[in-house]
């Protein structure tokens, strides 16, 4: 088979330290076979990680607003150790995967199309579907219109409406932050290169229309029926733990986990204690 293989752009000068296992230097191959490689979804590239037993049962993830595949270097290996295959990638407009002209916050029904594409290339009828921030609101849109896509779900401090007193200062503050602060900004750019200025301005500016403002998708969330387990840190700094409450309510016989003292990125700052509960989660089914 030919491959088409390329260096991904803007990260050149990356020290390799800084960087997951999967992701050190290696060219991007447009293969299947291979356990890294960009794949065409919907007339855009795709940048993709796979890892685990091709025949193992599959876990899906999906990454937090302004992140990416580095996101997930914590669970990752815990998964594969597990014995699941494990499927990340950059969401259109992210990390190594091509530039996006706009978001579609808060319907995200590009993103949507792009998993429902990811799955049939990679031939996986089911998957478990873990998503954090964004991504776990992709993922509760993806579980109630396509329940038969998705065998378990799992959400990290996922948003169901615009909350403003928590949502709407938080949304200015990573914006004050980015414009601010060069570390932010250089932290963003090694996930997402040149693309992360656009990246970051089409964020915020998603999030100010007015479908955000009166967006709610909890009518929505009944029509899931798979296994489901709400995670949010009781101190989480971009919305209140009442999203996941309503979450857990509104989905029959969702487990709840309000992680105490927890904030916004709990996979990342607390990987030990979301490792375990995901992977009991995942183990009881």
Known sequence: MGFVCKKPLGFDNISTGSIPRLNRRLPICQSTNSPIFTMLINNHDLYIETDGPTDAPAVVLLHHGLGSTRAWQAQVPALVEAGYRVVVYDRWGYGRSDPRPNLDA???????????????KLNLQRAALIGHSDGGTIALYIASQ????VVALVT???????????MEPGIQSIMQT???????????RR???????DLIRSWHRDWHTAEALSWDMRPQLAKITCPTLVIQGEEDE????????DIAENISGAELWLVP????????????????RLLQFLQDL
Do not use: C
Not at 156 to 166: C, D, F, G, K
Not at 178 to 188: A, C, T, V
Not at 191 to 197: A, F, N, P
């Open 106 to 120: 808060p319907t995200f029904d590009t993103d949507i199309a792009d998993f429902r594409s990811v799955l049939d």
């Open 146 to 149: 396509f329940p038969q896509l």
């Open 156 to 166: 990290v401090a996922a948003h169901i409406y615009l909350e403003r007193a928590t």
């Open 178 to 188: 980015y414009e601010q602060s060069p570390r932010f900004r250089k932290g963003l």
């Open 191 to 197: 996930s997402h290169g040149e693309k992360t200025d």
């Open 238 to 245: 971009h919305a209140s733990s009442q999203h996941a409450i």
């Open 261 to 276: 003292d927890g904030n916004h990125m709990i996979p990342q700052d607390s990987p030990k204690a979301f490792n375990r």
